[in-house]
């Protein structure tokens, strides 16, 4: 079975001297094909589930105005999809909220002249996204510093303004941010050549078999939930990603393990460590949400769900981070604390494995 292909493309000359031109009303196409296994399927639905930022609402208004075609012919929303169509449809570009600073205390460990070393809250989003107009790191970044170098890229990446790099909302952590241009490329290129170091730390479900070991497996959109991830251990699917890990402590139910990345995908820890068959303490995206170690018994389960209270999140945290200064060129490493809900959880996880014996 061939995989589903999409692209994003600007459709007409007409459409990339809009944007040269700096208009407003922007339009995104898309080409789907449709895989050799493709069942019968609605073309509203096909269209969902490989566009899940684009609600039905939208998708019926772009059947209503002839902006959906299958094999260059124009089609309404109850069309059937089959093995191998192609799927075209033209969407209007949202116009992107104007950025505004807000009044939000950051955690900064360093700066200078060039860079901004951060401690990232979990709970906190980078940059406004679809359901986070406000509140993110990014609006707080603009209230303390006035001018952050903007990246140069796709029609959404000024929202971004001096990051080089994120963390899911629910991952705390370091983070650098860039305050030139200058250091906002050089920065780009040590993350894009790899030549950063990062480690994370980490609680799995599970007693982690090995005392260190490596990760190696694609991942790209899951085949069934394209809002998440999924490790496709060969073929030509997904993005190539490696994970090293490490032990760091044993509960016997759970594992402290620290992580560092080769790669830098997103969601890759989360993804790899459940391909592994230890998902993150807690991470109700990718399973470890559910007991799944244990006895299950009443006590049991309720230790388990006070846990699950004192850390709401997936438990992972990005403990260091080092780079090449952009101007001075030294090697600069930063470090960060647990923060208190993970290393609360982490005490007592360990406890309770301590009576266990």
């Known amino acids: 079975m061939s995989k589903q292909q999409l692209t994003k493309h600007y459709g007409s000359d007409d459409d990339r001297e809009r944007v040269e031109n700096g208009e407003d009303i922007l339009f995104d196409h898309y080409t789907l094909v449709a895989s050799n ?11 969902s589930n490989l566009l899940p930022f684009t609600t039905r609402s939208k998708i019926k208004n772009a059947s209503q105005t002839g902006s959906i075609s299958v094999n260059g012919k124009i089609v309404k929303v109850s069309y059937k999809v089959k093995a191998n169509d192609e799927v075209k449809i033209m969407l209007p570009y949202p116009p992107a909220p104007k950025l505004e600073a807000e009044k939000i205390d950051l ?13 990232k809250n979990p709970g906190m989003v980078c940059h406004p996204a679809l359901g986070h107009h406000s509140g993110t790191l990014v609006h707080g970044l603009l209230w303390h510093f006035e001018q952050l170098p903007q990246p140069k890229g796709g029609i959404e990446d000024h929202m971004r303004p001096g990051l080089v ?17 200058f250091a906002m490329s050089h920065l780009g290129k040590q993350f894009f050549d ?28 899951h085949p069934k939930d394209r809002k998440l991830f999924y490790t496709f251990p060969e073929g030509e699917e997904g993005k190539h990603a490696v994970t090293h890990y490490k032990v760091l ?5 759970a594992t402290l393990i620290q992580c560092k990345l080769e790669t830098g995908r997103t969601h890759q820890i989360r993804v790899h460590l459940k391909y592994l068959g230890h998902p993150l303490f807690n991470d109700y995206h ?28 997936q438990a992972l945290h990005a403990k260091t981070l080092a780079f090449d200064h952009p101007t001075r060129g030294e090697r600069l490493s930063f470090d960060s604390e647990l923060p208190a809900d993970m290393a609360e959880c982490t005490d007592k996880l360990r406890n309770w494995s301590k009576h266990q014996v």
């Open 37 to 47: 296994g493709q069942k019968p399927l609605r073309v509203d639905k096909f269209l």
């Open 165 to 181: 790099h994120r963390l899911d909302k629910d991952t705390s952590g370091i983070m650098v941010v860039a305050k030139t241009d």
């Open 249 to 253: 402590e044993r509960f016997g139910i």
């Open 286 to 313: 990718y399973g470890g949400d559910k007991i799944l170690k244990g006895a299950p018994t009443q006590k049991y389960k309720q230790f388990i769900q006070n846990c699950f209270k004192i850390l709401p999140r």
């Open 107 to 119: 955690d900064i460990r360093y700066e200078d002249d060039d860079v901004i070393l951060l401690h």
């Open 194 to 221: 790899r030549t950063t170091d990062r480690t994370y730390q980490a609680i799995v479900w599970g007693d982690v078999a090995e005392e260190e070991g490596t990760i190696v497996g694609n991942i790209g959109r």
